[in-house]
């Protein structure tokens, strides 16, 4: 199996930015930690980070092939971007959204997210964890036998 992680813009700043909402782990240290956990599920993981939202609807479009799921922090485009949303729909991979912060806790234009709606689930709020969640959910969907 292999899965597509997906950091949106400013995340490279993560650790410096923001502290108090974001905390003080760098996004090397939470990559490093995905690479850890997929190793323990024998999962392949490609981890990208982009500022642009083009690159991220490019390396979404891409994921069809050899890609079996996707994971996606898409930050400030979570509440902006109808292009992501429609790549996700249209690759139909399906899909864990992250947040660290708890968007619904946050300002009112945070708490809509166009990505929500072509997920199969998001977490929000649990930090750097989020993504290791997501990653074993995601795992847990892929393998789960058919009833
Ligand atoms: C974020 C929340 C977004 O509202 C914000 O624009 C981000 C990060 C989060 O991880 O909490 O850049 O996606």
Do not use: M
Request: hydrophobic share 40%; with cysteine; proline share 4%.
């Amino acid at each position: 199996l292999r899965i597509l992680v997906l950091h949106g813009p400013n995340l490279n700043l993560l650790g410096t930015r923001e502290q108090g909402i974001y905390g003080s782990v760098a996004l090397d240290a939470i990559d490093g930690d995905i690479v850890k956990l997929a190793e323990e599920l024998s999962v392949e993981v490609d981890i990208r980070q982009s500022n642009h939202e083009g690159e991220l609807v490019s390396w979404i479009q891409e994921a069809r092939s050899g890609c079996h799921g996707v994971i996606i922090n898409p930050a400030a485009y979570t509440h902006t971007s109808v292009a992501i949303r429609d790549a996700l729909s249209a690759v139909s991979l399906p899909t864990i959204e992250v947040h660290l912060s708890n968007i619904h806790q946050r300002e009112d234009f945070r708490h809509q997210s166009y990505v929500a709606g072509v997920a199969l689930g998001q977490i929000s709020g649990l930090g750097p964890a989020g993504y290791l969640l997501a990653l074993r959910g995601l795992h847990g969907h892929l393998t789960a036998r058919p009833p």
